[in-house]
């Protein structure tokens, strides 16, 4: 626990009940599989040991981290390279990336990849599921509140058309297997959720390029598959909000995502008053509540992301109650100092 925190754990009827738990949570996985057991056994016996990689590169305006386990070496620069990639379709800080042009030119289909389609389509589905508290369509309010220029290279601006609103139509917004249109008046902010679906999406990435086992870390967006350097499950530690060098909880993860938004972070000043960047779709203005840092873990990095939004719009209490009814673990670092989390949480004993 971080120094100056208390720790304790929700007791909301339902908290922590977990409908991903046999797959995401099992500490061991090759129990249960026995073809995964064989590879367990002949990797990480007495006398073998998997090849561990590791890459990391400056993206999405944070740092990228990718740690393999097994297959080639060259993987994890693989996975920075497809990455790469993905931000060049979804950047808000690029004229030419994908939804940038769909941005500028609203009312028109636009051909895009299939990755730009699975984000919005992401987008629509994490809109549904949180009752509106995640919005990407919030760019133009984003930007109201200080967000325009990037904090990782201050000559980067985004641009938007003179229709923008503050908050977009996300129903209106079409989609089809190739083509994307905004209605006048909706822009998109691949955002949180961005940064969450690129981890899923490099760590299938790197399995699908012979890893046994991958972490993929966007700016604390992280997606996990497969082996981790244990052989079983991956053990992460979530820092407080306050001090880095103290981690609030270390938790046991076999796979799936986990991600934590804090609002102390991306911070700007707007005139007199200091705003962030986790924009409320109801006032369209910084949020406030009684979280400071919210965890999620779910089956991915990109849901993760999504439900951390809740925490900020609503407050600790509906979060929670998000947790029981959706299934998934939700932890708080609250403004009193106080870090909670739902009764099932996975917390690593040493």
């Known amino acids: 626990t971080s120094a100056g925190s208390r720790a304790r754990t929700c007791t909301c009827a339902g908290a922590g009940r977990w409908n991903y738990g046999r797959i995401l949570m099992t500490s061991d996985s090759s129990r249960t599989d026995p073809v995964l057991g064989s590879i367990h056994a002949a990797t990480f016996s007495e006398s073998t040991s998997a090849t561990i990689a590791h890459a990391s590169a400056k993206l999405m305006g944070t740092t990228a981290n990718v740690t393999t386990v097994g297959g080639s070496p060259d993987v994890p620069e693989k996975v920075i390279d497809y990455l790469r990639h993905l931000e060049s379709l979804w950047s808000r800080f690029r004229a030419d990336s994908e939804l940038s042009h769909a941005n500028s030119n609203p009312g028109i289909s636009h051909s895009v990849s299939a990755e730009t389609i699975r984000l919005v389509q992401e987008m629509k589905r994490g809109h549904r599921l949180t009752g509106g508290a995640f919005d990407p369509t919030l760019l133009g309010a984003l930007i109201a509140q200080g967000y325009g220029t990037s904090l990782s290279n201050p000559r980067l601006v985004t641009e938007l058309p003179p229709s923008?609103?503050?908050?977009?139509?996300?129903?209106?917004?079409?989609?089809?297997?190739?083509?994307?249109?905004?209605?006048?008046?909706?822009?998109?902010d691949s955002g949180g959720v961005g940064k969450g679906l690129a981890a899923d999406l490099c760590a299938a990435h790197a399995m699908s390029l012979g890893a046994l086992g991958a972490l993929v870390d966007v700016g604390g967006d992280v997606s996990l598959q497969g082996a981790s350097p244990r052989g079983n499950s991956w053990r992460l530690?979530?820092?407080?909000?306050?001090?880095?060098?103290?981690?609030?909880?270390t938790v046991e993860l076999s796979g799936g995502g986990i991600a934590t938004s804090t609002v102390l972070k991306r911070r700007f000043v707007v005139g007199d008053t200091e705003t962030h960047h986790i924009i409320n779709p109801f006032t369209l203005e910084s949020t406030q509540s009684d979280t400071s840092q919210?965890?999620?873990?779910?089956?991915?990095?990109a849901d993760a992301e999504m439900w951390t939004k809740v925490a900020f719009v609503h407050d600790s209490r509906q979060f929670f109650a998000s947790a029981a009814r959706h299934g998934f673990h939700a932890g708080c670092f609250l403004t009193?100092?106080?870090?909670?989390?739902?009764?099932?949480?996975?917390?690593?004993?040493?």
């Open 164 to 188: 923008a609103k503050r908050r977009g139509d996300i129903a209106a917004i079409d989609i089809s297997d190739s083509t994307l249109r905004l209605p006048l008046g909706t822009t998109l």
């Open 237 to 249: 530690a979530i820092e407080s909000p306050l001090d880095s060098s103290h981690r609030v909880s």
């Open 294 to 301: 919210a965890t999620v873990i779910a089956h991915s990095a």
């Open 336 to 350: 009193s100092g106080e870090w909670i989390t739902t009764k099932d949480w996975p917390e690593y004993a040493a």
